[in-house]
């Protein structure tokens, strides 16, 4: 029996107003918070601590950094991770243009000359020795070595490197060594508190507030039912392509069955036991 996807701890509570808050810049991507997710990230970011976002799939660790990077000014690097990705994927290599072997930048050594938050998304995908050019660059010394070229590159105030991963979904083979997650702060998300959550729905697809609770009462459902080999549960994300569908017009029972129920899995006595959970929370279609 598979344990039931309990809640976590979460992120920290903020129990007082931090020194020097910096108002945030309008417009940008819109991030609800959860508690002292935006203060540990600015803190951080302003005395040059790399930071891993920890947590499991579309609860908001993309959305996090994509609006922090907005609130600090900074512009933001993306790199999916993968089991391929080389050290030179990230730091740089020669290429060939017209004849010539030409120098080009990855997105890590951009980031440095730039002074830009790099994001490595899912992070234990990539191989150790991958992984390890990151060590000078997130502990005191803060340099790339970008041996090809001969040169250390000191990182500037602005940079800062963010990584994310899934302790949950990733295999237990995997997992950060840790000599690189001692380097970092991190931040622990977690499925949304259910008002939270609630509005995070409204606001991302306009759905009216008793539509959205139903859809958070039947994810909380999901999460708690602790269904046999269900390697993940509903998450935000799920929610939130559920109320888009019934915005554009479906009954929300097919729309909680088409977004939540079938991504989920595709065993067929599992999603039997989804369907129940949606019949039981979600008027029949
Ligand atoms: N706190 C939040 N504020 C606003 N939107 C949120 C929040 N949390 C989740 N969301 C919504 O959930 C969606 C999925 O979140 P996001 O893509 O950030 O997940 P993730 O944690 O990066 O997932 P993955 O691990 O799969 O990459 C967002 O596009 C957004 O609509
Ligand atoms: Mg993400």
Partial sequence: MTAPHESTPGRPKLTHPPRGAAATPPGGPVYVPVGAECEIFRAAAAKGHAVMLKGPTGCGKTRFVEAM???LGRPLIT?????DLTAGDLVGRYLLQGGDTVWTDGPLTRAVRTGA???LDEVVEARADTVVVLHPLIDHRRELHVDRLGETLKAPPGFTLVVSYNPGYQSVLK???ES???RMVSIAFDFLPPEVEARVLMQETGLAEATARQLVKLAQA???AGIPGLPEVASTRALVAAGDLHQAGLPLHTAAVAAIVEPLTDDAVQVDGLRELVDAHLPPA
């Fill in 180 to 182: 690189t997650r001692q």
């Fill in 79 to 83: 790199v999916a991770c993968h089991e």
């Fill in 69 to 71: 990077a907005h609130r």
């Fill in 175 to 177: 997992d950060l060594k």
């Fill in 117 to 119: 938050i790099c994001y």
């Fill in 222 to 224: 999901i999460r708690r």
